[in-house]
């Protein structure tokens, strides 16, 4: 059974940093695609970042793009979304999601996700 466990979210001022993780188990990564999405109250879940499927490319919503850094690690079968100069419209709850044969910018919409993680969440206020 597929499972998706994130971790690393956190309280951080504006400016600050956070790395979140995704942990994935009973399959390997390099053959799924896996994004990152966030949902703040009141809003739409929307798509972060992801990684299509074989790892041929990597897509980021347009503001986060020059701030926000998606890499995984084959070997740990982790994923993981380095957070920088934080925002308080970042505050979100942010969730892992995985699914195979994911190609190109399709792995931006959350639509074509059937595996997902519990979500963390991420506060950014002074």
């Known amino acids: 059974q597929v499972q998706l466990v994130e971790s690393g979210g956190d309280l951080v001022q504006p400016g600050g940093s956070l790395r979140l993780s995704c942990v994935a188990s009973e399959f390997t990564l390099d053959h799924y695609a896996i994004g990152w999405f966030r949902q703040a109250p009141g809003k739409e879940r929307e798509g972060v970042s992801c990684?299509?499927?074989?790892?041929?490319?990597?897509h980021y919503k347009e503001s986060v793009k020059d701030r926000f850094t998606m890499y995984k690690d084959s070997a740990k079968n982790t994923v993981y979304l380095q957070m920088n100069s934080l925002k308080p419209e970042d505050t979100a709850v942010y969730y892992c999601?995985?699914?195979?044969?994911?190609?190109?910018?399709?792995?931006?919409?959350?639509?074509?996700?059937?595996?997902w993680g519990q979500g963390t969440q991420v506060t950014v206020s002074s």
């Open positions: 990684i299509s499927s074989g790892g041929d490319s990597t």
């Open positions: 999601a995985t699914e195979p044969n994911l190609y190109g910018s399709a792995c931006m919409a959350d639509m074509f996700y059937n595996y």
